[in-house]
């Protein structure tokens, strides 16, 4: 079923002694506005949440599957669109990019039938083969926390090493020391919404309403 109002949401959640989105580029420490010391979550990183639980409850099976998930070659996943839809002879040849108009427009109603992150955020399907580009009807804010809040860097140690040579050098004793970063304690707010005229576009539904809410309540 369709959906034909606007959803305004609210996302609001909790972290206690964990980390709820860390920089790779700052040695994974939590992430920070440095003016403020407020603790922020991207919009990716919450994207990415509600991904890892739809793959979990529906077992990345159409039309539930993931686009974006780890270890995936989109590129792959274009060329399975292509042969549902009947259009083989376009992935024949040394064009880099692939794909006629009438094409692309199947392709890309593909994709938004079989992925659910596809219909549900967008995504861009363009590079080698071309699968069109897609508007997705939810989207998310950064989280930002209530109050600032503090990083915490704790010493963790693993009970192995990785390596015969690793054991040799330490004579036995077969320890791994490593870091581990937290917040102690923080509130973030986040806020989204959902177009229901994009949702009409992409085939997002009520079903698929149902299951983000149950994800973003995870």
């Not at 686009?67 to 024949?92: D, P, R, S």
């Not at 659910?116 to 861009?124: E, H, I, P, Q």
């Amino acid at each position: 079923m369709s959906l034909n109002n606007r959803y305004d949401f609210v996302l609001v959640f909790d972290v206690r002694d964990g980390n709820p989105n860390g920089d790779p580029d700052a040695g994974n420490l939590p992430r920070l506005d440095a003016e403020s010391g407020h603790g922020l979550v991207t919009d990716v990183s919450l994207k990415r949440k509600v991904r890892n639980f739809v793959g979990l409850v529906k077992g990345e099976t159409p039309p539930f599957d993931i686009y974006v998930k780890e270890k995936a070659v989109l590129n792959q996943t274009h060329e399975k669109a292509y042969i549902a839809i009947g259009a083989e002879e376009e992935l024949k040849g040394d064009k880099k990019r692939k794909g006629s108009g009438d094409t692309v427009d199947k392709a890309r109603q593909w994709m938004c039938k079989n992925f659910f992150d596809v219909r549900t955020f967008g995504a861009v399907m363009g590079l080698g083969i071309n699968c069109g580009q897609v508007r997705g009807p939810v989207q998310l804010t950064f989280a930002r926390s209530v109050d600032p809040v503090i990083a915490q860097e704790h010493s963790i140690t693993r009970m192995a090493v990785a390596t015969e040579a690793e054991a040799e050098k330490q004579q036995g004793d077969n320890r791994t020391m490593g870091r581990k970063h937290t917040v102690p304690y923080g509130v973030y707010v986040a806020h989204g919404f959902v177009s229901s005229f994009l949702a009409k576009q992409t085939g997002f539904g009520e079903d698929d309403l149902d299951l983000l809410w149950q994800a973003l309540e995870h």
